[in-house]
């Protein structure tokens, strides 16, 4: 079975050269390339398209909500979202969720590369997750609950305060932010499974 290519979107040197070197590491995964911004990435991903995206949110010239959404609408592809501001209930890993990640994990603001080194297994898990997601089932049942527009990349560092929850469906996938299936990672399709209709055993595409 061929290996799971990635492409991992941070504007931090750190988190490229930790990842590349953390996700490299399984012989089920191929780190085909990184990008220190989407603009960069775009360019790179029409040469080779990857299986599965590992990507910030606060980025310059994209922030990484609008790239997803553009990602999705254009070529859709599972997606992991990796950021300091992806917090329990926050309104960035609510957009985030509702824009088609199939995962998202939090990131700290200190001791990042400790964090990222020690999280090696939840973020190896994270990426064969999203491998297996069937993006198209998942962006559609998402979309079934309204969000608030993209974040503008100069007002990033606001996104951590919670939204006021304006519908049902927003309300689960709120609650669906705040589970985690591990330390460092939130399932996607596990908290859909359990807080929303809209999703189906199918989920999932047959290998």
């Not at 592809?77 to 995962?103: D, F, M, N, R, W």
């Not at 964090?115 to 990426?127: G, K, W, Y």
């Not at 997601?133 to 919670?162: G, T």
């Amino acid at each position: 079975m061929p290996p799971i290519k990635v492409m991992i979107v941070d504007d931090s040197a750190v988190v490229r050269q930790v990842l590349s070197a953390t996700l490299g590491e399984d012989h089920a995964i191929e780190v085909i390339g990184t990008a220190v911004d989407p603009v960069f990435a775009l360019e790179r991903m029409k040469i080779c398209w990857p299986d599965v995206i590992v990507l910030d949110v606060e980025m310059p010239r994209m922030d990484g909500i609008t790239f997803l959404r553009k990602i999705m609408a254009e070529h859709p592809t599972p997606v992991v979202i990796c950021s300091t501001l992806t917090e329990k209930g926050s309104e960035t890993a609510l957009q985030a969720l509702s824009a088609g990640a199939v995962c998202v994990v939090t990131k700290p603001k200190m001791g990042l590369k400790q964090f990222l080194m020690d999280s090696s297994d939840d973020l190896v898990s994270a990426v064969k997750v999203a491998a297996r997601a069937n993006v198209r089932r998942l962006l559609a049942a998402s979309q079934a609950a309204p969000m608030p527009p993209a974040p503008k990349a100069s007002r990033a560092s606001k996104l951590s305060r919670s939204p006021a929850i304006r519908s049902r469906s927003t309300r689960s996938l709120l609650r669906c932010s705040s589970i985690s299936t591990s330390s460092a990672v939130v399932n996607f399709a596990t908290c859909h499974s359990r807080y929303s209709r809209f999703l189906t055993d199918s989920m999932y595409a047959a290998n």
